[in-house]
């Protein structure tokens, strides 16, 4: 089974940035398409950005679209989200997920893989 591991969250001010790195043991994460979700209580889980197994091709939500940008390492076996200008409406436990599909979109359905989450909390 594919254990994926998050990290980087924490507390950050309003306009601060933030690195998440999402990594798994024992598995080629450059077999999958990736993405990064993130939920806050009282609301659905959201869709933040997605990245095609060769890293080709991206997905950003509307409201973090030239604020964070996705990557990912093959070679290191990582997934990275690059969070700037951050905002109190960012705040949520951001999960890594992993698809079988090699190219993904935003949709919670087409992943097979979860982590755990990590807490971002933006806040002054």
């Known amino acids: 089974q594919l254990q994926l591991v998050e990290s980087g969250g924490g507390l950050v001010q309003p306009g601060g940035s933030l690195r998440l790195s999402c990594g798994a043991d024992h598995f080629t994460l450059g077999y999958y398409g990736m993405a990064w979700f993130r939920q806050t209580p009282g609301k659905e889980r959201e869709g933040v950005s997605s990245i095609s197994a060769s890293g080709g091709r991206t997905t950003y939500a509307d409201s973090v679209k030239g604020r964070f940008t996705i990557s990912r390492d093959n070679a290191k076996n990582m997934l990275y989200l690059q969070m700037i200008s951050l905002k109190p409406e960012d705040t949520g436990v951001y999960y890594c997920?992993?698809?079988?599909?090699?190219?993904?979109?935003?949709?919670?359905?087409?992943?097979?893989?979860w982590g755990l989450g990590t807490q971002v909390t933006v806040s002054s």
């Open positions: 997920a992993a698809s079988r599909l090699s190219t993904v979109g935003l949709l919670g359905t087409e992943y097979d893989f």
